[in-house]
């Protein structure tokens, strides 16, 4: 009886396969979608984390997720500086962000607008693989403050098409680099102008491609000196929490902790989850349904054989075991191939589509695992428990 339940496995090849790889699909389908989804919101939200920052200013109704680069006046920025916890001064620095949608390597890149004196908070200890920061020598930021009025102001017909030219260039991240086959000096359309890229560093910064933030200003709003967002660094991180409600007090805007950007991420995508719970599940279930056929269909077919087996002196108990174990070994050959299926289609997932973050972890690997030992042993408790059910003499007068 131990190898009975082979047997019967290799004895219909075919629909034994078919089953085999009918589970292997929908186990496949559950790891990469859940790795696709976590793998690449974790990705985001470990390099927004490496900003050196402690909060994020951004007007009310937007929402740090998925803004889309809302005008927010720098005139918050003295709000922001002289903010006060307990009476002292708790602000170090306010870092001025505007966004941009700019399209590189086949995809929308989101692209940062920084000061080129603050772009340090933005690399931490990564380090410039190749070539130097945009605007390095601050010619185009110093030439705008020389011809502008104290309220910041100037006039941007002043600026040259030589001037101007100079200074679009563009920072990006080895990642970037690669999958778009991008070198120094080459060039990008963005806002109707070419940039050229003048800078390449370590993957894991915040953006994947940064740009001065005083040449963004120029090109979408005349110089007007509006903002995205504001990052905040903190004299003392520990006051995070309080200083964010001073600081929504005193400006009126929102204000989250850094620390919180991922888990508001999982948030905001939270929906998207749900959705692909509920697609595996009724994957998954139609899978097992599949082995439930199978096991009731082979309960049909070998009912003169489990009338032998029982009038030989098979109990119930063994004509039960028999079933489940030919289920189990289905599910779990479906669920080595479900595996297999999954990182085959993590590679191609990465070949074609190479700034996707596909994250197989153990995880995922042990939910299949458990999925297809629960669910071959479920799908075949009805139709081992009929079979162990008939009666041996009616069994064996059957055709």
């Known amino acids: 009886m131990t190898w009975l339940p082979l047997a019967y496995v290799m004895h219909r090849k075919v629909r034994s396969g078919l ?10 389908m559950l790891i990469v979608m859940l790795a696709l989804t976590h793998g690449t919101l ?20 937007d929402n740090v997720i998925f803004t889309a680069g809302a005008p927010f006046s720098d005139k918050y920025i003295p709000l922001i500086s002289e903010s006060e916890v307990d009476g002292e001064a708790v602000v170090q620095t306010v870092i001025p962000v505007m966004f941009d949608q700019i399209r590189m390597a ?3 890149q989101r692209l940062f607008g920084v000061d080129p004196e603050q772009l340090a908070a933005f690399l931490g200890n990564r380090r410039l693989v190749s070539g130097r920061v945009f605007d390095g020598d601050l010619r185009f930021k110093r030439l705008l403050a ?3 009025t104290p309220e910041r102001r100037y006039d941007p017909a002043g600026i040259t098409e030589e001037e101007l030219g100079g200074a679009c260039e563009l920072v990006i991240d080895t990642r970037l680099a690669r999958v778009g086959n991008y ?10 102008r070419e940039f050229r890229i003048v800078g390449i560093v370590d993957a894991g910064v915040a953006g994947r491609v940064f740009t001065s933030i005083q040449v963004l200003r120029h090109l979408k709003n005349a110089g007007v000196p509006w903002s995205s967002m504001f990052f905040v660094k903190l004299r003392d991180p520990t006051k995070a929490e309080a200083a964010a409600d001073v600081i929504a007090e005193r400006t009126k805007a929102r204000v989250e902790l850094k620390s919180d950007y991922g888990r508001l991420l999982f948030e905001s995508f939270e929906q998207i989850y749900m959705y692909i719970n509920i697609a595996s599940g009724v994957a998954l279930v139609v899978c ?5 056929l199978t096991m009731y269909t082979m309960v049909v077919e ?3 054989e489990i009338g032998v087996l029982r009038a030989l002196g098979a109990s119930r108990f063994m004509i039960l075991r028999g079933a489940l174990g ?10 080595i191939v479900g595996i297999i299926l999954a990182y085959s289609a993590k590679f191609g997932i990465e070949q074609v589509k190479p700034l996707l973050t596909v994250a197989i972890e153990p995880r995922w690997v042990l939910l299949a695992l458990v999925i297809g030992i629960v669910g071959g042993t479920l799908s075949a408790l009805y139709p081992g428990w009929r079979a162990a059910r008939l009666d041996p003499g009616l069994a064996l007068t059957l055709d």
């Open 146 to 148: 020389e011809r502008s």
């Open 106 to 108: 086949g995809q929308q």
């Open 19 to 28: 089953s085999i790889l009918a589970v292997g699909i929908g186990i496949a």
């Open 42 to 61: 974790r990705e985001v939200a470990q390099r927004m984390q490496s900003v050196d920052a402690d909060l994020i200013v951004l007007p009310r109704q």
């Open 326 to 335: 030919e289920s189990l070994l289905i599910c779990c050959a479906g669920t």
């Open 183 to 192: 070198e120094l000096g080459d060039t990008v359309t963005a806002l109707g």
């Open 302 to 304: 070998r009912t003169r």
């Open 288 to 292: 097992f349904l599949i082995i439930l």
